[in-house]
């Protein structure tokens, strides 16, 4: 549209009845409001404003005028203000089992609590590079150098303790010899730690190797044998009864923690998830019947 500006500060000064209060509102001068009333008028060939005293009024034509000005930004501050609701995309890189066994079922509460945050997930584990490709959020287990320039916000300790399916523990538990250890190509020194703390008993035991942790948990929860779980990655299925961890749980002397750059959070679609996330996940931690500082194989 010709003009637009013209018309923004016809639309200010016809509020404000005032040259002066219109040039104060849009930090103008008094000369420059009245050059874009000027060059408005000579455009519609209208004249819009007359003086009376020391105030400005409008003429029947500025009134007309008026009339449509306030409807049409009434309407486009509208619109800016419900395109701004709707971009406030969140871009968070998350460790891939935790993003689907813990974050993904939850959303939909952050969802329900904030329509206008739209969380895009992006699966990774290990170190990143905040700020390319958007992403300013990433959730990850502390086990690599965190550079220095980022923030680091404690989630969740992490606890660990071989866990199975019920059906397969009530088989196997009075011979836990023949207990089929499960590990992750992502994870190969998780029975190797864990059993660094407890009796040895299983070491001899038959072996099976999945490329990634999530499939590795997903075969223990349907019998393949026994896997080395990690709360809060298995705390659902633990509930719900789709596995048990007969030996319990110990600290891996890792934590879940949320990266960020400094000085950068400052969207508050970011900041409601961040404050979502820690309140959620603060919690998801074993029971104190479940955790045991030393397994008894």
């Given at each position: 549209m010709r003009h637009l500006k013209a018309f923004h500060v016809f639309q200010v000064a016809a509020t404000a009845k005032s040259y002066s209060a219109a040039a104060k509102t849009l930090h103008i001068t008094h000369g420059a409001v009245s050059k874009q009333i000027k060059l408005l008028e000579e455009y519609l060939g209208q004249v819009l404003f007359y003086r009376q005293g020391h105030r400005m009024k409008l003429t029947p034509k500025g009134y007309s005028l008026y009339a449509y000005t306030e409807q049409a930004f009434s309407a486009l501050n509208k619109g800016i203000e419900v395109l701004s609701m709707q971009t406030q995309c969140i871009d968070v890189?998350?460790?891939p089992t935790l993003t689907?066994?813990?974050?993904?079922p939850r959303l939909v509460d952050?969802?329900?609590?904030?329509?206008?945050?739209?969380?895009?997930?992006?699966?990774?584990?290990?170190?990143?590079?905040?700020g390319k490709n958007g992403q300013s959020l990433a959730i990850r287990r502390n086990d690599f150098i965190i550079p220095s320039e980022y923030i680091q916000t404690p989630l969740v300790t992490e606890w660990v303790g071989p866990i199975c399916s019920g059906d397969y523990w009530n088989k196997m538990e009075s011979n836990v010899d023949n207990i089929i250890l499960l590990h992750s190509e992502t994870r190969l020194d998780a029975w190797p730690q864990w059993f660094?703390?407890?009796?040895p008993t299983m070491?001899?035991?038959?072996?099976?190797?999945?490329?990634?942790?999530?499939?590795?948990?997903?075969?223990?929860?349907?019998?393949?044998?026994?896997a080395m779980g990690s709360y809060p990655l298995v705390v659902d299925e633990l509930k719900r009864g789709n596995l048990v961890a007969p030996f319990g749980f110990t600290l891996s002397g890792?934590?879940?923690?949320?990266?960020?750059?400094?000085?950068?959070?400052?969207q508050k679609g970011e900041i409601d998830f961040i404050d979502w996330l820690i309140y959620n996940i603060k919690n998801c931690v074993p029971s104190g019947v479940e955790i045991r500082c030393k397994g008894n194989i």
């Open positions: 890189s998350c460790e689907m066994r813990w974050l993904m952050f969802n329900d609590k904030h329509p206008t945050g739209n969380v895009r997930l992006s699966t990774a584990g290990g170190p990143i590079f905040l660094k703390s407890n009796e070491l001899e035991n038959s072996q099976q190797t999945f490329a990634h942790f999530y499939f590795c948990i997903q075969a223990a929860q349907d019998g393949l044998g026994m890792h934590d879940y923690i949320l990266l960020s750059l400094k000085e950068d959070v400052t």
